[in-house]
């Protein structure tokens, strides 16, 4: 198991460098989400806008029932600090506001640990119930009914630990 984790960073890492020139950074997106991220933060993460989501496509991943989450159409993928949008969802200020909630996942957990989890919970919850997607659904939801803003990072140390 160890190995896949090891190879799906691997790729993750390969991943991301093939895009950086497609990189924008989320700091260009702070005026929106004041109170829920730093401008720290953000000015170190980033977003990439592609015709279609980058997913490790192996088949011991197949093997192990993730075809669907493979072959599924999502709006968004985030790995470590950067993720992936396609370009009709790049107005979509709560698709930026998700991912970036994972961006704050990756990071409190460690690539390793998000990965892990992640795949444990797909598993056990499917991806709409998984909750690492039901965090960043909430989070979406108090800033979707202009809520209080909620600093994303604290909120989630407390969460996670
Ligand atoms: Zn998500």
């Known amino acids: 198991m160890s190995n896949l984790i090891a190879k799906i960073e691997n790729w993750i890492d390969e991943t991301l460098e093939s895009h950086c020139e497609q990189m924008v950074p989320c700091k260009q997106l702070s005026s929106y989400f ?6 720290k933060f953000l000015t170190n993460c980033f977003y990439m806008v592609v015709p279609e989501l980058p997913k490790p496509d ?16 999502h709006a968004g993928i985030t790995y470590k600090n950067g993720y992936f949008i396609r370009a009709e969802q790049e107005d979509n200020l709560y698709l ?15 690539a390793e640990k998000f ?13 709409e119930d998984a909750p690492l997607e039901q ?12 809520a209080d803003p909620i600093d994303v990072m604290d909120a989630l140390r407390d969460e996670l630990a």
């Open 34 to 39: 004041d109170g829920y991220f730093s401008e």
């Open 58 to 73: 192996f088949p011991e991943l197949r093997d192990a029932g993730f075809g669907s989450f493979i072959d599924d159409d």
């Open 96 to 110: 930026h506001l998700h991912e970036l909630v994972h961006v704050c996942q990756w990071t409190i957990l460690g």
């Open 115 to 127: 990965i892990t989890t992640y795949m444990e919970e797909l598993q056990k919850y499917g991806y």
């Open 135 to 146: 965090m960043a659904k909430a989070f979406e939801y108090n800033y979707s009914i202009h």
